[in-house]
């Protein structure tokens, strides 16, 4: 079940840029579950990486090697390589090693990333008798097929791309994300992979990656929990007849706005397919006195049990709403100040329940698929918009069910 599922767009081959997959049978055999990524040896590279104390092998691999030239990636859905230990981190560098030696280069230029099931001990054997097939298989043109081979409970695959007009002349965008539970990044999201064709140095292209992440896959949570294997990448091939980016430059101004759209899209995907989801959430606080707390608002309502199943209900319970913003722990709160919207129907002003609000309008609202929660604080200018989903009985049969 997904809310509104969009329509997989016609992805733009990156100049510079391969990706070849194949089935290794990780977990199941009806589609590829293995994808490898080489990028043209003059490319840079950026990334970041879930926050989660206990981080899988491959994150810890990868970011070791992100200075190290990486030329290549190495994804696998269907297995997370986490929470296995030393023989993990030697399973990753098995990858690795071997994916370095079928394509001619060192195991520290390749960075890999697993996915799925926490504890088991990845197919070692049968990835690397695979990757032989996925690297025959390189093209620029499988932006589709990888985006279905590094799926794992998605109902959909998920992509997008877009064109940087410049006066200059243009730059490609393209990009993949997998992620549909586990999802509150506090980095990235599960997996993505965006990659360009502009001319930039790692430094200035590792500062547009945090701000694109930071403004939209840190602004979504479908359920609150942070992976063990959330990792994001940026890659610029360099192959764009546009000048190098420069730092404070129009056209990096550009760029970066367009690489805040591409990631902003490949987010809300994400929270569209939250496993279980029939409402998409938008959860919008105002008046803050700063970011941070608007967001901490923001994720408070979105991360309330009772919130969520309200929504799924389409029950107009706005008293949840207004207990969740009570417990976000935001000193000195004028309650007289705070006013709460369900769409454009005010439900509660200066603390309390609207006099003009009626059951009846707040029920249009909560039985539309998609709603926008507005909450105004009453205590700065600050603005931040979380994204999130409601908490169905499918959510609980997909995960209870998720190993067997």
């Not at 280069?105 to 032989?132: D, N």
């Not at 043109?141 to 109902?155: F, G, S």
């Not at 987010?267 to 496993?275: H, K, M, N, S, T």
């Not at 319970?317 to 705070?338: H, M």
């Amino acid at each position: 079940m997904a809310v509104g599922v969009p329509k997989f767009p016609v992805m733009r081959a990156v100049d510079g840029v391969l990706l070849g997959t194949y089935c290794a049978q990780i977990k199941q055999c009806v589609r590829d579950d293995l994808l490898v990524v080489e990028m043209d040896p003059e490319s840079t590279c950026s990334a970041v990486f879930t926050q989660n104390a206990f981080c899988a092998a491959p994150v810890v691999l990868a970011k070791q090697n992100l200075r190290k030239d990486p030329r290549w990636l190495v994804i696998n859905s269907g297995n997370a390589n986490a929470g296995t230990g030393a023989k993990g981190l030697q399973d990753a560098q098995s990858i690795c090693l071997t994916l370095s030696q079928i394509a001619g280069g060192r195991m520290e230029q390749v960075l890999p990333f697993s996915t799925g099931v926490i504890g088991e001990s990845l197919p070692v054997e049968k990835i690397t008798q695979a990757l032989p097939k996925a690297i025959d298989n390189l093209s620029e043109d499988n932006w589709a097929q990888a985006a279905e081979a590094i799926m794992t409970t998605d109902t959909f695959p998920k992509g997008v791309s877009k064109v940087v007009s410049l006066d200059e002349g243009s730059i490609t965008i393209t990009g993949i994300s997998k992620g549909a539970g586990m999802i509150q990044p506090n980095m990235a999201t599960m997996l993505s992979f965006v990659a360009t064709d502009a001319k930039i140095e790692d430094g200035l292209l590792q500062r547009c990656l945090q701000h694109a992440v930071e403004q939209s896959f840190n602004r979504i949570t479908v359920d609150g929990d942070t992976s063990t294997n959330d990792a994001c990448v940026l890659m610029a091939s360099g192959h764009s007849d546009v000048p190098e980016l420069l730092e404070g430059s129009q056209s990096y101004q550009h760029f970066c706005d367009v690489v805040n759209d591409v990631f902003s899209e490949l987010a809300e995907a994400i929270v569209r397919d939250g496993e279980g989801a029939t409402k998409l959430i938008s959860i919008v606080v105002s008046q803050a006195q700063n970011d941070q707390e608007a967001v901490r608002v923001g994720k408070t309502i979105a991360h309330s049990p009772l919130v969520k199943t309200a929504f799924f209900a389409s029950d107009p319970n706005w008293g949840r709403i207004l207990a969740a913003v009570g417990r976000a722990g935001i000193e000195d709160f004028a309650l007289d100040k705070v006013s709460i919207f369900l769409g454009e129907v005010c439900v509660v002003n200066s603390g309390t329940k609207d006099s003009q609000y009626t059951e009846a309008a707040g029920q249009k609202v909560m039985d539309a698929e998609e709603i926008t929660i507005t909450v105004c604080l009453g205590r700065g200018v600050a603005q931040q918009t979380i994204k999130t989903c409601d908490l169905s009985y499918d959510y609980v049969r997909i995960n209870a069910e998720y190993r067997t």
